[in-house]
């Protein structure tokens, strides 16, 4: 899939100072997180959380958070545990939140909010073999699945890549 010339027009950053008032993805707990928890969980190291500012206005119009997660080797799918070492658990980084701004959507903005964090986990120095998301519903499952994210047998909505 080619990227929209709107990318041109976003940039995506490390959580700072920017202005996250105005910020809605019609998610109240989404909404929440980024303007009262995300700057704390970054101080404490609990989460690396990005955002999505358009370049014209500064507005924030996504974000999305990164942080660190195990995975029980037996609750992956056989297809993925014959590849690995028999450790109990495994290393992968967790996808934590995912959002758009209600009034960004319909321009591509949340695939390249994906594109950038699977880009950001590749290129860490720390050791991960999957990058995991709990999707919050059948939507954005649908949404991580169209990007060939597989579901944890016995968990519908956690999956990874």
């Known amino acids: 899939m080619a990227l929209p010339d709107t990318f041109d027009d976003y940039l995506i950053e490390p959580l700072g100072k920017q202005d996250r008032a ?9 909404d929440i ?10 101080r404490k190291r609990m989460a690396a959380p990005f955002v999505l500012i358009e ?22 799918p056989i297809e993925i545990t014959k590849k690995l070492p028999k450790y109990p658990n495994v290393p992968a980084t967790l996808l934590g939140r995912l959002a ?9 903005l949340g695939e390249m909010l994906l594109m ?36 944890f047998p016995n968990f ?5 890549l």
């Not at 105005?22 to 989404?30: G, I, P, Q, T, W």
């Not at 958070?65 to 080797?73: D, P």
């Not at 720390?126 to 649908?142: G, L, N, Q, Y």
């Open 22 to 30: 105005a910020f809605s993805c019609d998610v109240e707990k989404l």
């Open 33 to 42: 997180y980024l303007k009262q928890q995300a700057g704390q969980d970054a």
């Open 55 to 76: 370049k014209s206005s500064g507005i924030v119009a996504g974000y999305y958070t990164l942080s660190s997660t195990s995975l029980k080797f037996d609750e992956l």
């Open 100 to 108: 758009v701004d209600k009034n960004h959507r319909k321009k591509g």
């Open 116 to 151: 950038d964090a699977l880009y950001r986990s590749l290129q860490s120095e720390i050791a991960t073999i999957a990058v995991v998301v709990d999707a919050k519903d059948d939507k954005a499952r649908s949404f991580y699945e169209y990007y060939n994210f597989i579901q």
């Open 156 to 160: 519908p909505y956690r999956l990874f």
